[in-house]
């Protein structure tokens, strides 16, 4: 799955589109877990989850250089800004406030969003993913909007598979991102 997303033609094509909504949203909360929108105070977090080598790997293959990663905190940063109601998440547990992971829910084109999810390794085979999961497209079907969503996700990444095909997304497209297979999921809201 990439947490990356390009803002250059994005900004251009939709942002008059959504950036004026002006719907009330819930919040984010799930049984064990709350999802803050990133901001600078997440840094720590954020950094820990993309220079990490297990996380990464079926990302870009590895963990980001410090470099890279500060890269893709400030497009973060500046995607949560553009769109108020979408973005990137820090994920952390709801009782003692520890990171768990990052989670994406982020406009692709005109009705559609992509989602994205993820733990830090301690916290696999343990259902979060898939309470991520849960949690982004009950969100969504509040965002009148949003019409489908979409997941990208290594070819090899079984368990996130699963994850995805348990929530009802069905695979539409295999492709090639980053010189990696990727496969391509939807569900339509």
């Not at 799955?1 to 959504?18: G, H």
């Not at 297990?54 to 870009?60: D, E, Q, Y």
Request: aromatic letters at 14%; hydrophobic letters at 40%; glycine letters at 6%.
């Amino acid at each position: 799955m990439a947490f990356f997303c390009d803002t250059r033609n994005l900004e251009f094509e939709i942002k008059s589109y959504f950036i004026y909504r002006k719907e009330i949203l819930m919040p984010l909360i799930s049984e064990r877990l709350i999802y803050h929108k990133i901001t600078k105070a997440e840094f720590g977090g954020y950094m820990s989850w993309y220079t990490n080598d297990a996380v990464m790997k079926h990302i870009n293959g590895k963990g980001l250089t410090i470099p890279e990663a500060q890269h893709r905190f400030t497009k973060a940063l500046e995607i949560n800004q553009l769109f108020p109601e979408l973005g990137f998440y820090a994920v952390k547990d709801i009782l003692d406030n520890t990171f768990v992971g990052i989670a994406k829910l982020v406009y692709t084109k005109e009705e559609e969003a992509e989602v994205g999810y993820g733990t830090l390794p301690q916290f696999w085979g343990k259902g979060y993913a898939s309470e991520m999961l849960e949690s982004l497209i009950h969100y969504s079907k509040e965002i009148s909007t949003i019409k489908e969503l979409i997941a990208v996700v290594n070819q090899e990444n079984i368990a996130s598979k699963r994850v995805l095909e348990k929530q009802g997304f069905n695979l539409y497209k295999s492709d090639f991102e980053n010189k990696k297979p990727v496969q391509y999921y939807k569900l339509f809201l």
